[in-house]
């Protein structure tokens, strides 16, 4: 038996060159059943490459079931990221300057993560495959001793590489049975090192040259730990994708489309900048149907058109190219032109002297910027799918003194998320943080850094109705502004109770195509149900002494003009408001204003009472009894006024009233 042993490992020595000086196998040594690396792990790993007289650092995430691995590592001070894709067969690197490179895993001889195919799928590789250690290593076992003040089992195994003439011992130090770790786990990875010489290797041709090398390597690991990477309330998510934030990899393989944008949303916005240290807020009413915009928010510094430290409200009417800038205590307002510079304005292409409103999908930048699918992560504990991007001079007018560079990053509720608010319910991918980092530069400057961060609550995709673009308070002198109010059918009264602002909005469109004005123009809506008879009310504004700039402008009616037009179709029995109650309380109905009501410039109260005077005539013997009651009238006078006030005055808050 001896000699054929011996002969055996003659032919491997001879057969495959291995060098008995760096090792020599034993299978044949028996020893306690091997450790097993978990499915999924982090560590960090110290290695010391003695032979290149360096240290490197390297903390690894390695996660089998969901197909992922990420590296960063930490050489000379500098930090290098890498993010592997097996559903792509792609590899990111993020290099210390920041910058992304795009390389395909399947032309790449170097991917510390390895794989294989399953199915056609690419899989990443068994950790025991990756980290070499195993059953399929011929594994020796050589005893206990202690790493580190800690009491470990000892491995190693020989490998041989002919095209290089290499060997290599490779020794591994687990953690005996039994001895407590830090993260619990039994039998976990103290130690690797690394012993071996091979051929030297022609830098040009990879192919080996003259000379050979020896190495000597120990790796180090530390903080070894099986459980996921954990956020918050004990949700996992991708740690290593999270460091990605804020990079963009050219090149890189899209797999998810951004989500669409509606054409209606309003949204809070929470702007936190980490390098003013400030925080900021902000609401946003989008209505690209009717081309109107509104923010509201808190200057947070002295800018050319500050109305002063109060809450400021900016309505972009794109119909006719203003910008109504409204402060309150005390009211202020100002009207110019929209500025070509506005979020919601871009530069029209053909007049660059003009602008126009964006659409949803060109606000968020999803116009003309490659976005690129990052994957999954977590935001404010919420799931979300990624997009990110980078813009160079994006949207700059002719002739701009500036330059830009930007990364956008877009978090969004993943698809399995849903939002609910007070108008939508069970909405699916809804914006929630927008990430900008990047640099501006004014001609001749040196390049300054910016990184905000916008967090987006209250998220809500149905109808901006008008009333949120009130401007009346713009309108203080009495010859800008005409009131109205006019009768229609009683029998939908009760169907208008119910639902009072869908009936006003409807109203204001009616109004607002009668009198051929922009829905704008029309505010300040009301009713009144008196002796069964349904009153309808409102304000019709006069167009500013003001010059828009916007391509969608339309013909502003002077106010007479609008209200005479206005008039002539009610008096015609033409004047009709289609109203669309919710299905559950009735179809959509017209209701037509009654011929010869219409009404202007007068108090309603004051025109009620002329109507109720006129129609009372008393004869002389009531008189007496009119004297009697004046007796009783005394004791009620104060529950009358009330009572009065109560029917008479306005039953509802003037649509789009604000304050």
Known sequence: MKPVIVLLVCCLVLVTGQDPDICTPSPDNPGPPLPAFPDVFQTSIEGNIQALNFTVVQHESYDFPNNN?????????????????YATLEKFTVHPNGSCTTSNMSASPRNFFSYH????????DKASHILHFGQEFNETYIGTTTVRGIPVNHWYSCTYREKYNATYKLD?????????????????????????????????????????????????????????????????????MYEMEGVVCPGRVNTKTVPKIPDQFYVEVEIVNEKNQTVSYMKEYYNYKDKLVRFDFHPEKKTSWDLGAVQHKIIHDYNSGLQYMIAYSPENCTIAPIRNMSYDAAIDEKDHTKVHMKKGYELFHFDDKTFTYGGMTWARRIGADVWSAREVDYDLPPGSKY?????????????NWTSTTYSSINQTQVPIRLLQKGTYTMEGGKPIQFDLLMNFFNYDASEQFLYHFDVSMCFKDPQMKKRVFFRMPALYNKLVEGEHYKFYHSVQVAMAEAA??????ITAVWHNILDSQLWVGATLLAHPDVQGDSVEMQPQKPLDDAFNDFK??????????????????????????????????????????????????????????????TVLLGAVIGLGVGWVIWRYRLQDVPYGTQT
Do not use: C
């Not at 691995?69 to 894709?85: D, K, Q, V």
């Not at 130690?191 to 790796?219: C, F, M, S």
């Not at 330059?403 to 698809?415: G, K, L, M, N, R």
């Open 69 to 85: 691995g990420a590296l960063m590592s930490f050489t000379n001070g500098s930090r290098t990221r890498h993010l592997y894709n």
């Open 568 to 629: 002539k179709l009610v008096d015609a029995n033409a004047m009709v408001v289609r109203f669309r109650p919710d299905p559950s309380r009735g179809e959509e109905v017209y209701l037509t204003a009654m011929p010869g009501t219409v009404q202007t410039n007068q108090d309603f109260v004051d025109f009620m009472r002329k109507m109720n005077s006129t129609s009372n005539k008393y004869e002389p013997g009531a008189v007496a009894g009119i004297a009697i009651g």
């Open 403 to 415: 330059s830009t560079d930007i990364v956008y990053e877009w978090f969004f509720s993943a698809d």
């Open 117 to 124: 195919m399953e199915n056609g799928q690419a899989h990443i």
């Open 172 to 240: 591994y130090y687990f953690s005996v049975p039994g001895y407590q770790t830090a993260s619990g786990r039994d039998e976990i990875p103290v130690r690797a090192e690394l012993v071996g010489r091979r051929r030297n290797i022609d830098r040009k041709t990879g192919q080996p040259a003259e000379g050979w090398k020896n190495i000597h390597n120990i790796y180090d690991f530390q903080n070894f730990h099986s459980a996921p990477s954990y956020h918050g309330n004990g949700h996992p998510y991708n740690k290593w």
């Open 516 to 521: 051929g004005l922009h829905p704008l123009r």
